[in-house]
């Protein structure tokens, strides 16, 4: 199971660090990526971390803004998110697919609740 929290409202320009936390699984043997979900949009994938610890990024307006960083001792993973956009609201979603990273939600076997990320001024 995946618990995601961290969300809230920024202003433009702000950060913030969405967290998600595993429980009952081999927490370093997973990819744990995140996706997102505007308003009125389908759900798109947007970082990755493989179980190796290498980063993919599946969305080309968050590169040089967003990070992903991993703590496998805390099974833990975070997504760091600076100079945020109103483009950037969404509800946030962590999930956990075994070793690699793919970008296909089909592929993910577990899901967090989602977290609320709300950019404006």
């Known amino acids: 199971q995946l618990q995601a929290s961290g969300g809230g409202l920024v202003q433009p320009g702000g950060s913030l660090r969405p967290s998600c936390v595993g429980s009952?699984?081999?927490?370093?043997?997973?990819?744990m990526g995140w996706f997102r979900q505007a308003p009125g949009k389908e759900r798109e994938a947007v970082l990755c971390?493989?179980?190796?610890?290498?980063?993919?990024y599946y969305t080309d307006s968050v590169k040089g803004r967003f990070t992903i960083s991993r703590d496998n001792i805390k099974k833990m993973v975070y997504l760091q998110m600076n100079d945020l956009k109103p483009e950037d609201t969404a509800v946030y979603y962590c999930a956990a697919d075994f070793w690699s990273c793919k970008e296909s939600e089909p592929f993910y076997d577990a899901w967090g609740q989602g977290t609320l990320v709300t950019v404006s001024s």
């Open positions: 009952g699984l081999d927490f370093e043997d997973y990819a």
């Open positions: 971390t493989a179980a190796s610890g290498d980063s993919t």
